[in-house]
């Protein structure tokens, strides 16, 4: 130690030992000191990972979200290639003839409701 205080220019100086009473002041002190600067930096390495594992939930959630969302579209996408498929091979005649039995259905309902509207008439002048 004399040895660095020389060498850092200090020139050796009677150094007056401390009492007893002041020692153990100083001591508390530091130990005090020390026990709230350990206290302090446990919260902050604590608050930081508790920080870590909130941001690392979240995006965990995201990315399950992400591939839930990307296994829909999937599965929708699968669903319309099915549903071209069975469009394009249904026979264009089909389209046509579902449309001339809706016209028959059409007019049959109309025959039928002039009839009940003829039948009302005539029920009506009796």
Avoid: H
Wanted: with cysteine; net charge neutral; aromatic share 4%.
């Amino acid at each position: 130690m004399r040895t660095k205080m020389r060498i850092m220019g200090f020139r050796g100086t009677a150094i007056k030992p401390l009492n007893e009473e002041a020692a153990a002041d100083l001591g508390a002190e530091l130990l005090g000191e020390a026990t709230i600067f350990l206290v302090g930096g446990g919260c902050l390495v604590l608050e930081y990972w508790r920080q870590q594992v909130q941001q690392r939930n979240k995006e965990e959630e995201r990315r399950a979200a992400w591939d839930a969302m990307q296994d829909e579209v999937g599965r929708l996408a699968l669903a319309v290639e099915a549903l071209q498929a069975q469009l394009q091979a249904t026979p264009e005649g089909a389209l046509e003839e579902l449309q001339a039995q809706m016209r028959e259905v059409r007019a049959q309902l109309g025959a039928q409701g002039a009839s009940a509207a003829s039948r009302a008439a005539s029920a009506a002048k009796k």
